[in-house]
């Protein structure tokens, strides 16, 4: 098949989507190495695009605004160029089936693509019902919400990334016959347990990943863990940077507790420096926020480190009990008597880890990735245009119609 992949860069969860080992690269590749002809459609940004010397496919830097890291506030601005240049650029060549990826590219796919009957794919990457969220989560503007709910509505098939984000779509009225799970891939062959691991301090090592607004409950578990220490990853940190916000409150309570000496913060860092911490660890702990992708701890599980899974999303990949634990909302003191369990067992630790790896290997391997979206692809090009869901059509609560690409832009603003 001829396969589109569309993703517009503003926010950090977009660009981290774009980078070398990000989800629209890896994808791309898997996607090309079974066969399928592959362009990847990306808003022109110096040094974003991934493995550009060694890929399988093809990508299409559209110029739209400044070559350069933007904001997403002032990504939006530059939208309607990037409409318009994926326009003339489907109008060149429209392949079989375009996949939009964050709310933007959808936008930007929808409008472009609607002339040509092309049928639309679309992952959230980040679906937020409301603003009432947990505190962990961050706030966003009501008129980008309603924009990533009428992308969902108007899809030909959603590709959701958990059953979470599956429940989430039927909640704004997404069809379940177009919503189809598949998960996030994990690079299985560079993310092992052989290889270089980091040196540790301590007996024991976790390593979380998250936001930093949510590692207190660890840092509080941390306290009845003498002899083990934590790192902290934040997805949404610049490699090797923390993230500056909820920093120094975390560097409070780690000194308020006496821990100081015992946790670090890092940023996301490149694949091999991950592999490098992972290898280090006993125990891998996701807390990664609802309104983020995060697969952290499939990584976790391609080294061969049981997970304890603390969001539903982590939870789709954790069988609890066999290569990890479900700790859903865990309070501190329940937290640091299942890790003292976990730390005191080296055996079933290690089991857990086998397990974990086989797991990675068995059902998040990219070529298995690939192979499932292919098949909605497959799908997607049997269907009869007529019974495609109109783009003009207005969001279940009315409020954002899309028919053209200046109304869209000021709605998202």
Known sequence: MRVGLVSFSGS????????????????????????DQVV???????????????AAYRTV????????????????????????????????????????HTWLAGLATHLAARSHSVPIAHTCHRLQLDNHAAPTQRRV???????????????????????????????????????????????????NPDGPADERRMAHRLVLFGPLGAAAATIGALAGLTDTELVIVDASAEPGEPAPRDTEKLRRLAADLDMAGRIRLAGRSGLEQRASLLRSADLALSFASADRCETGHLEAMACAVP???????????????????????????????????????????????????????????????????????????????????????????????????????????
């Open 141 to 191: 503007p009501n008129s980008q919400i309603r924009a990533e709910r009428a992308v969902a509505q108007h899809a030909d098939r959603v590709i959701a990334l958990s059953h979470a984000e599956q429940d989430l779509l039927a909640r704004i009225g997404v069809p379940s016959e177009r919503v189809t799970v598949v998960p996030p891939g994990v690079d299985t062959d560079r993310l």
């Open 307 to 413: 997970v304890v899974a603390c969001t539903p999303e982590s939870a789709d990949a954790v069988v609890d009990g066999v290569n990890g634990i479900h700790l859903i909302d865990a309070e501190p003191r329940r937290l640091a008597r299942s890790l003292r369990e976990l730390l005191d067992s080296p055996t079933q630790r290690q089991g857990m880890g086998m397990a974990a790896r086989d797991r990675a290997t068995g059902r998040y391997s990219w070529e298995r990735i690939a192979t499932e979206t292919a098949q909605v692809y497959r799908e997607l090009v049997g269907v009869d245009a007529e019974s495609e869901p109109a783009i003009e059509a207005e969001a279940n609560d009315g409020s954002l119609p899309l028919p053209r690409a200046e109304h869209t832009i000021q709605a998202a603003r």
């Open 61 to 100: 830097e559209l110029p739209a605004g400044p070559p350069t890291a933007l904001s997403e506030a002032d990504a939006i601005t530059h939208l309607g160029a990037f409409v318009h240049e994926l326009g003339r650029e489907l109008s060149r060549s429209a392949p079989d089936v375009v996949h939009s």
């Open 12 to 35: 950090p969860e977009s660009i981290e989507l774009i980078r070398p080992d990000g989800h629209v690269p890896a994808l791309a590749t898997a996607l090309a190495e079974q066969g």
């Open 40 to 54: 990847v459609y990306a808003r022109r940004q110096e040094g974003a695009q991934g493995r550009p010397g060694e």
